[in-house]
Each structure stands twice: as C-alpha cells, then as structure tokens.
C-alpha cells in the first residue's frame, strides 16, 4: 500500500520543478560571517560553523563541485545538481568576489540551481540585483536560504544571532521582489522556546513570501557556546517526544504548499556532545510518521488565521 503523503517534502518539490532526481552538491568558501567576528557567534555555532564534511574551502568553486559531484552521481544516479553554498555566510564578501565565484559555479554543466545560505541582516538590493543579472545571463535558478531559528526575538537575543526579527522580515520582503526562492532554517526546540513560539513561527513563515522551511532538531556542537553550558549542566533539552509533538504542530499551522526540506538536525557523531536523543535519523522519522498517522495530523491543518479569519464570525 503506498503511504499516504501527509506534508509537502523536498524531493518531490525538486521532481515537479526539474523533472527528475536533483541532489545538493556543498561548496565551501574561505569566508566567515560577520555575528563571528563581532561577538563570538550564534551560542550554537560551532567554529567550523556547519561545514563540518565540507570540503577545503581552498579549492576551486568547479574543483569542489565535481569531486562531490562524482560521489553523489555514483551513489544516487542523480545527473542535474544544485550548487550550495552552505557554510557561514555566503554573501558576507564583496560584491565583486560574489559574482566571481557564482559565475563560476553557474558555468559547469548540469548545475540547475544555485542555493546561497546567509543572514537576514546580510541581503541587499544591491547584492540582489548581481543575483538577478546571473540569473538571467546563465538561465539558472536562485534560491536564498535564511537563519531564522525562532520567531522568539527574546530567545534571538539569548542565543546571540545578532539580528531580531524585523531584518528576516526586511530580508524576505526584499528578495520576494526579484523572484527567488527563499527557505528559511529553524530550529523548534531552542532553550526557552515553548510550544506557543512553535506555533508563531509556522505562523510567521506562512505569512511571508517564503517557500521552504528547513526544520532542525538542535543539536549541541562540541567547540560552541552551547556546548560550553552543556558541560556544565547549564542546558535544559525538551525530550525527543515533546520535540516531535513540536514538529506536529508547526506542520498544522503551516501553509499547505509550504515545502518541507528537514525535520531534523544533522551533526556527525564526533562533533556532537548531543544530537537527536541518540535516535537515528530513521527512527525520528518513522516515530513522526506514526504520531501523524495516529493523530491523522495533515500539513495545513490549522492554517485558517489569515485573510480576516475573524470575518467568517459575521456570518454566523
Ligand atoms: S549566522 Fe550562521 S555562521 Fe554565523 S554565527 Fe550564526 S550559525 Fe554561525
């Protein structure tokens, strides 16, 4: 019996666009970002900040891409690929050097897409615009992938991101202008988040122009602030239970056409003093399947709160 689809993933968002398989090939750029250089970083980066399987960011952008291409291709029979650039933040360089290297990604073969993760606070009309002549000059896709973490601006605070949430906000309202495509990152099990800040945050997102989450479970990297108050027994962690009810109410309130990328964080093993309740990726996903199935939970559920929800009340 096929399984019954009950939210919205990536890998049939990327079928219906190209048509076939499409995988992420990392490129990682000698670069950093700037919330390191003023004040130490997010309290869960760690100072590779997430490219800890990257490869030397010394090499050429095409070098990088057709090492990891030559793996990915044998492994999943994938033959068209997205440049990602993942690691820090990949618009923190100037303008010149940006379109150095996204020109040269964008010129080798099968590449579809490129993907840049930044921040909110470093998105620009100016770097926008460079963005859309590539585009245009190389009939390639564009997709910015945002931080946010949380709509909890106090808990922003607390974790040290360095921006609140009127820049996503700026940010997302910015890049909808030129037509890309935004994914935003979150994290639904910050220290001092609630289930209500869950809820928010799938609001927040429906509401904007933002087209992919990217939901992580936090993991705590061994060489960060996090990991510092781990040690120390600083740290209170929600369970692996009230983590997936967590996930099960943000896809209610979402948008139904919302795509999903991720439900889990992602470390490896060496790099982490916790990750994921010691559960395989597998196991979260099948024990998350079994809650929505059980609760016949569907993405979208409870997305009714927008358009003067409260009018529907005159009629009654
Ligand atoms: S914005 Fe990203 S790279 Fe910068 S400190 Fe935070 S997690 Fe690390």
């Known amino acids: 019996m096929t399984p019954i689809v009950r ?11 190209y048509g076939e398989k499409v995988y992420k090939l990392p490129v990682n750029l000698p670069i950093t970002c700037p919330n390191r250089l003023s004040g130490g970083g997010c309290s869960f980066c760690a100072d590779v900040g997430t490219g800890f399987e990257a490869q030397d960011s010394i090499l050429p952008v095409s070098e990088q891409l057709r090492r990891n291409r030559a793996h990915i291709e044998a492994r999943y029979k994938a033959h068209k690929f997205i440049a990602y650039f993942q690691n820090y933040t990949n618009t923190f360089m100037p303008a010149d050097t940006l379109k150095k290297v996204l020109e040269e990604a964008a010129g080798v073969e099968d590449i579809v897409e490129i993907s840049l993760s930044t921040r909110p606070d470093c998105i620009s009309d100016a770097y926008l615009l460079l963005l859309k002549e590539l585009q245009n000059k190389y009939s390639i896709n564009i997709h910015l992938e945002l931080g946010l973490q949380t709509a909890n601006y106090h808990t922003l605070n607390k974790i040290h991101r360095g921006h609140g949430l009127a ?10 202008r030129y037509d890309f495509t935004v994914c935003t990152h979150l994290i639904l099990n910050l220290p001092g988040d609630t289930m209500e800040d869950v809820v928010e945050t799938a609001r927040l997102v429906s509401v904007l122009p933002v087209q992919i989450v990217k939901l992580h479970s936090l993991y705590i990297a061994a060489n960060s602030e996090f990991g510092r108050q ?34 889990f964080g992602r470390i490896p093993e060496k790099d982490a003093l916790f990750a994921n309740w010691g559960r395989s990726w597998w196991k979260l996903n099948d024990e998350l399947n079994a809650l929505l199935e059980q609760r016949n939970i569907y993405q979208g559920d409870k997305c009714n709160y927008m358009n003067g929800s409260k009018l529907s009340l005159l009629d009654s």
């Open 230 to 263: 781990y040690a120390c027994g600083e740290l209170e962690l929600c369970s692996a239970e009230e983590y997936l009810d967590r996930v099960a109410a943000f896809l209610q309130y979402v948008r139904p056409d919302m795509v999903i990328e991720r439900l």
């Open 167 to 176: 820049e996503f906000i700026d940010a997302v309202l910015r890049i909808s």
């Open 7 to 17: 939210y919205r993933t990536y890998s049939g968002y990327l079928k219906e666009r």
